[in-house]
T-cell receptor
């Protein structure tokens, strides 16, 4: 069975602080994809990044960076120098070859305080 | 390219009624998935359609049904509404719905059942 765990339900940081959102996944498939989505108050899930199970290289995109570690089944997301516009709910998701569906974590609600 | 569109954005119904939600995928995308999002259960997969065929279904009662048209637009129907059906219903589209595809989400339809 597939499972995604986001243990942090809510996080509050002061603007300009760095923050890391944790994601731990479970799957027996050796080929899979991991995703991060951002859900602002408007409700739409915005795609941030996709990673396949064979690529453990960390990725940086502006203030965002992702750390993928198969050894710990984690795919953590760091926002550097957070801004108020980063306030949203962030979801980690897993896709496996069978099922044609995404398995989502419960989300982490991030509040950036000005 | 236009994103995923969903109509209506908001809906209020009473128990026992039925409702139909509509989703237009990104042009060229042939896979459409539906998710239910509630505070208690998070994001749960309803079903996925590809080329007018339902390929996968989540663990929801038969009151939840869907279909896909030849132009890839999809509709979701909920019959005999219950209070617990109040949720944000999100539609996502992808090119083929395969493992390597990213799902892009619409803004959702917020359904309130009174």
């Amino acid at each position: 069975a597939q499972k995604v765990t986001q243990a942090q339900t809510e996080i509050s940081v002061v603007e300009k602080e760095d923050v890391t959102l944790d994601c731990v996944y479970e799957t027996r498939d050796t080929t899979y994809y991991l995703f991060w989505y951002k859900q602002p108050p408007s409700g739409e899930l915005v795609f941030l990044i996709r990673r396949n199970s064979f690529d453990e290289q960390n990725e940086i995109s502006g203030r965002y960076s992702w750390n993928f570690q198969k050894s710990t089944s984690s795919f953590n997301f760091t926002i550097t120098a957070s801004q108020v516009v980063d306030s949203a709910v962030y979801f980690c998701a897993l896709s496996v070859p069978t099922g044609n569906q995404f398995y989502f974590g419960t989300g982490t609600s991030l509040t950036v305080i000005p | 390219k236009a994103g995923v569109t969903q109509t209506p954005r908001y809906l209020i119904k009473t128990r026992g009624q039925q409702v139909t939600l509509s989703c237009s995928p990104i042009s060229g995308h042939r896979s459409v998935s539906w998710y239910q999002q509630t505070p208690g259960q998070g994001l749960q997969f309803l079903f996925e359609y590809f080329s007018e065929t339902q390929r996968n279904k989540g663990n929801f009662p038969g009151r939840f049904s869907g279909r896909q048209f030849s132009n890839s637009r999809s509709e979701m129907n909920v019959s005999t509404l219950e209070l617990g059906d109040s949720a944000l219903y999100l539609c996502a589209s992808s090119f083929r719905g395969r493992l390597t595809d990213t799902q892009y989400f619409g803004p959702g339809t917020r359904l309130t059942v009174l």
